[in-house]
């Protein structure tokens, strides 16, 4: 295999644990960051759309030592399955990143200020299901496709608070998450999928809402990580913070009509690298209060030099987008929404003086459904 730098050399034999533990990392990074954008719209990411993030392990025969890596292929899921990590620490309330809002068309009159306000006690209860797929290829061997299977999450939101100044408190309660279809699925795939969803059963997450729709603080679920796969922990919580920014839909602070846009942009890190994340949106119908998003979004990985579980990562390049669509009724605290997402990332891993390529295409739906 020819490296695509010059004096950068290929992966001579099976990566290393650090290698195979980094690419874990990346793996639910990326499926995070499909998340979040997968139900405001959205998650992420990724790891709340969204909703709550499933982990993606690759399971698939390794190259014997002194092969080339094109005739094998990575696990990236023994050697965590063994390596529990300590239980994150709690998380208080956390401001996420500031998301900035610029309208491109006010649209048809009539014109009116949107509001997310909801009243106090306003309950929901939805079930999102996921379905994620990623396709693999390290060092320039053959790739190794990766499906989940699908899951759905019960999940009951509640407003326990409004602020004077109109902000709510949204409680997320995790009442089920669960395996929707298991016929076909690798057996190992499924056991660290059930493993991972399992946790957040009867957990709690709250979220602080604007009346503009913007997430001003957010708090983790109360999960215990100690039992998942040791990788994907720490990943799985900042995808969290992608996928409560992505619940919102940013409102413009002008009066806007049917057929208005309005471009939303932040920044965040999941699983090490910073993303750009912009989105589009389009009031489709505003009417009585109900209104109609349609949604696209563009998810940028940063080029640059990370550092994830020892190894050192260079981002070459990578975009992820998605469309789908948001609905939401007045009172309404979050919408509905569907969304598929998908795109590549190319990097670069350097582990003991060996580089070799890792490209990750990934495609989820995520739908959000009342119940």
């Known amino acids: 295999m020819t490296p695509r730098h010059p004096g950068r050399i290929p992966f001579e034999r099976q990566p290393s644990r650090p290698v195979r533990r980094a690419v874990a990392v990346l793996l639910v990074a990326g499926l995070s960051v499909a998340a979040g954008c997968g139900d405001d719209d959205a998650t992420d ?44 620490p709690e998380d208080g309330a ?18 009116q200020l949107l509001d997310a306000s909801a009243e106090l006690g306003s309950e929901e209860a939805v079930t999102i299901r996921q379905e994620q797929q990623v396709e693999i290829t390290m060092g320039g061997g053959v790739p190794q496709t990766v499906t989940n299977p699908p899951v759905l999450y019960d999940l009951a939101y509640t407003i326990t608070d409004v602020a004077d100044d109109g902000a709510m408190t949204v409680e997320t309660f995790y009442e089920d998450v669960r395996v929707a279809e298991t016929e076909g699925v690798d057996p190992t795939v499924l056991a660290a999928v059930e493993q991972t969803v399992d946790v957040f059963i009867g957990a709690t997450a709250r979220i602080v809402v604007e009346p503009d729709g913007t997430i001003a603080a957010w708090e983790a679920p109360d999960i215990d990580l100690s039992s998942t796969p040791g990788a994907s922990a720490a990943t799985l919580l900042e995808g969290f913070e992608e996928q409560a920014s992505s619940l919102s839909v940013p409102f413009p602070a002008e009066p806007v009509g049917t057929g208005a846009r309005w471009e939303t942009t932040s920044e965040s890190s999941v699983g090490g690298l910073d993303i750009v994340t912009t989105t589009t949106w389009e009031l489709r119908s505003l009417s009585d209060g109900e209104m109609v998003l349609a949604t696209e979004v563009v998810l940028e990985y940063v080029p640059g030099t990370y550092e994830v579980e020892g190894v ?20 309404q605290v979050f919408g509905l929404s569907d969304m598929v997402t998908e795109g590549t990332v190319t990097m670069e891993l350097t582990q003991g003086g060996q580089t070799g390529e890792l490209v990750q295409t990934i495609r989820q739906t995520s739908t959000m459904t009342a119940r």
Not at 75 to 88: F, G, K, Y
Not at 94 to 111: T, Y
Not at 312 to 331: A, H
């Open 45 to 88: 990411a990724g790891t709340p759309t969204t909703s709550a993030t499933s982990t993606a392990t690759s399971t698939t025969s390794a190259a014997p030592d002194g092969d080339d890596p094109s005739s094998g292929t990575t696990d990236t899921s023994a050697d965590e399955a063994d390596e529990p990590v300590e239980p994150a």
């Open 94 to 111: 956390d401001a996420p990143a500031p998301v900035s809002v610029e309208v491109l068309d006010a649209g048809d009159e009539p014109r």
């Open 312 to 331: 050192e990562i260079e981002v070459i390049d990578g975009t992820l987008t998605g469309q789908g669509t948001t609905t939401r009724q007045p009172g």
